[in-house]
């Protein structure tokens, strides 16, 4: 016989948004993480031995794919993370983690690149999207709905 397990206890509110824009912070971190994971197993594991020209045009084009697709994916899991510890406001929750992302992603952008590249347009809108959509699966509506 198996029980539900018990609803982890809602937060305060402030504690509430503070988290969501936590979450948001690691998410993007976890994707820079991955591309910094994924450049240097390239580089040391499947095709050492390259020119440094190379290596940095692999590092733009791991980029600009794993930072659209692993930055929608990693807003969506802390997101859903988050969810557990809430009672209300899903989808803005789930959107505060997806802006707070998008900000160390535009801004780490800004100050590396010195612009944003237009592929960060697309990962802005996948990020808001994930957000929202993970608080939307958690809102009790859609439960009561089902």
Known sequence: MTTAAPAAPAAPAGDRWLRALAYGLLAEIATIFT???????HR???KPGLSDAEYTAFGLQ???VLGVLAGTIYVYLFANLLMRR???NHVAHGIVVALAAIALSV?????????VPRAYILASLLKIA????????????RAEAA
């Open 130 to 141: 994930a957000g929202a959509f993970a608080g939307f699966r958690a809102s009790p509506r």
């Open 86 to 88: 809430l009672a209300t």
């Open 44 to 46: 040391y594991v499947f």
């Open 62 to 64: 791991a980029g600009a």
């Open 35 to 41: 591309i910094v994971g994924a450049v240097l197993v």
């Open 107 to 115: 801004g780490g952008s800004i100050a590396g690149h010195h612009g």
